[in-house]
């Protein structure tokens, strides 16, 4: 079946570091791909997505593209702020799974002033 | 717009009592789905449905039961409450498959 993996966290960085949280699928068909922030206590919130392959979501700074052949949707931010630190979540939404949209289990986040 | 209200925000069952979990959203989103929130796990997804009186099992099906007679609302009922069931539930609805979800706030339950 569908599945998505993500890095590890926790993740812990100083502010203006560069951020990368890896995410990788595995799907049947050709799925679109979504990254999602979570905040202490709240819903989650689509941050971007990527419906076909070489696309680019972006929001916010953030910006992950869209790798068919490394089966990958890497979460990128040049620069981030305390108000960043959150929990992040990789998705997927597969046509040939009856478009049913599986998450990764998050990584945390944690951006120090 | 409200977009995705779940209530109750807090629930305490005891073992072997049954409840109802609401989800209704305002902007008239075929897709909605009912998910668990466990630490470390991630979100799971119990049942899905695309549409009113369509519905499907997701990961974690068991123990739990759904309907959609509208296209607004998608309840979730736990039959039996057992402890395992003790979770942050989180319903979302999108408009189709590739657009992504709007989430709702969440239920905390707790089953002791």
């Known amino acids: 079946g569908d599945s998505v993996t993500q890095m590890e966290g926790p993740v812990t960085l100083s502010e203006e570091a560069f951020l990368t949280i890896n995410c990788t699928y595995t799907?049947?068909?050709?799925?679109?791909l979504f990254w999602y922030v979570q905040y202490p206590g709240e819903g989650l919130q689509l941050l971007l997505k990527?419906?076909?392959?070489?696309d680019k979501g972006s929001n916010k700074g953030f910006e992950a593209t869209y790798r068919k052949e490394t089966t990958s949707f890497h979460l990128e931010k040049g620069s981030v702020q305390v108000s960043d630190s959150a929990v992040y979540f990789c998705?997927?939404?597969?046509?040939?799974?009856?478009?049913?949209?599986?998450f990764g289990a998050g990584t945390r986040l944690f951006v120090k002033a | 717009n409200a977009g995705v209200t779940q209530t109750p925000k807090f629930q305490v069952l005891k073992t072997g009592q049954s409840m109802t979990l609401q989800c209704a959203q305002d902007?008239?989103?075929?897709?909605m789905s009912w998910y668990r929130q466990d630490p470390g796990m991630g979100l799971r997804l119990i049942h899905y449905?695309?549409?009113?009186?369509?519905?499907d099992q997701g990961e974690v099906p068991n123990g739990y039961n759904v309907s959609r007679s509208t296209t607004e609302d998608f309840p979730l009922r736990l039959l039996s409450a057992a402890p395992s069931q003790t979770s942050v539930y989180f319903c979302?609805?999108?408009?189709?498959?590739?657009?992504?979800?709007?989430f709702g706030s969440g239920t905390r339950l707790t089953v002791v």
């Open positions: 902007m008239n989103h075929e897709y």
């Open positions: 799907a049947t068909g050709y799925p679109s």
């Open positions: 979302a609805s999108s408009p189709q498959g590739a657009a992504g979800y709007t």
């Open positions: 998705a997927l939404s597969d046509s040939a799974g009856g478009f049913k949209t599986i």
């Open positions: 449905s695309v549409g009113a009186g369509i519905t």
């Open positions: 990527a419906t076909k392959a070489d």
